[in-house]
């Protein structure tokens, strides 16, 4: 999905481009690790050093050790807890952060992390869905379990000192660290398949797919945990959900946001 959104690019700053000269690179909460290893193929610059401790420039870091072991030689993926204080020993060119909206309690200190731990001249890119749900020509109301979902969400998460709106704010917070050049982009992915454009109606196919087998996933613990509530109301609750995201005649859609800044180069 991301791929569509941004025509075949990992990313929309600079660092991204064919010719540019990328030597370090943190890809922070990197999951599976798909763009550390896509980023690694495309820039094999990322390896130039002969001391093989330092050959590894593509560090993916998570809380779970789920990537593959078999990845580019310029690519090492390393087991940490980002909240808590980062101690690398070396900095670097680009910071790369993908769908973590719940993934900081504090999101300037993150920024403020990032900023201290890039080389001058470098930029941090963030790429993420937000919530809530959205919808530009008043057919999600709410009554619709899906308009409710999406709100119930945000409520849970803040309760649990987690903000899943965040991504609205990135641009400021990333000026408010000491960020330059900071441009944020926002995209739409539909709900499902409602669009007409072909490349919106392939994203909401995709989003449908993702949202519908995935949503007692990323629902369950905030709706127990957060709201109190038992897992056979949050299952009836989750099935109407269900029934609005399938529904062509809702044209929902959730933002999708893009923002990168530059570290000044004095």
């Not at 807890?81 to 690398?88: K, S």
């Not at 109301?141 to 990135?170: C, F, V």
């Not at 449908?208 to 709706?223: P, V």
């Amino acid at each position: 999905m991301w791929a569509l959104t941004l025509s075949g690019a990992l990313g929309l700053c600079p660092m991204n481009s064919k010719d540019a000269k990328v030597n370090r690179v943190l890809d922070v909460g990197t999951g599976t690790g798909i763009w550390a290893i896509d980023f690694g193929d495309e820039h094999p610059e990322a390896e130039a050093c002969s001391h093989t401790c330092l050959r590894q420039k593509i560090i993916g870091i998570d809380l779970s050790p789920i990537q593959p072991l078999f990845v580019p030689p310029n690519v090492r993926f390393e087991i940490d807890d980002l909240e808590e204080p980062w101690t690398f020993s070396q900095k670097f060119d680009y910071i790369h952060c993908r769908d973590l909206i719940g993934g900081f309690t504090d999101w300037p200190n993150f920024f403020a992390q990032s900023y201290e731990n890039l080389e001058p001249g470098g930029y941090l890119e963030l790429q993420s869905l937000s919530l809530p749900c959205q919808c530009d020509d008043d057919t999600l109301l709410p009554e619709h379990s899906l308009w409710q979902w999406s709100n119930y969400m945000l409520e849970a998460a803040k309760i649990l000192g987690r903000t899943l709106d965040i991504p609205s704010s990135y641009k400021e917070l990333a000026e408010e660290a000491g960020f330059t050049n900071v441009e944020a982009k926002m995209f739409k992915w539909a709900q499902n398949t409602w669009p007409k454009e072909s490349n919106a109606k392939e994203l909401g196919m995709w989003e449908l797919e993702n949202a519908t087998g995935g949503l007692e996933g990323i629902s369950m613990a905030l709706f127990t945990r957060g709201l109190g509530w038992a897992k056979p109301d949050v299952d009836v609750f989750l099935a109407k959900v269900r029934t609005d995201m399938r529904n062509k005649s809702i044209h929902a859609y959730w933002p999708i946001w893009v923002v990168h800044g530059q570290k000044s180069t004095t």
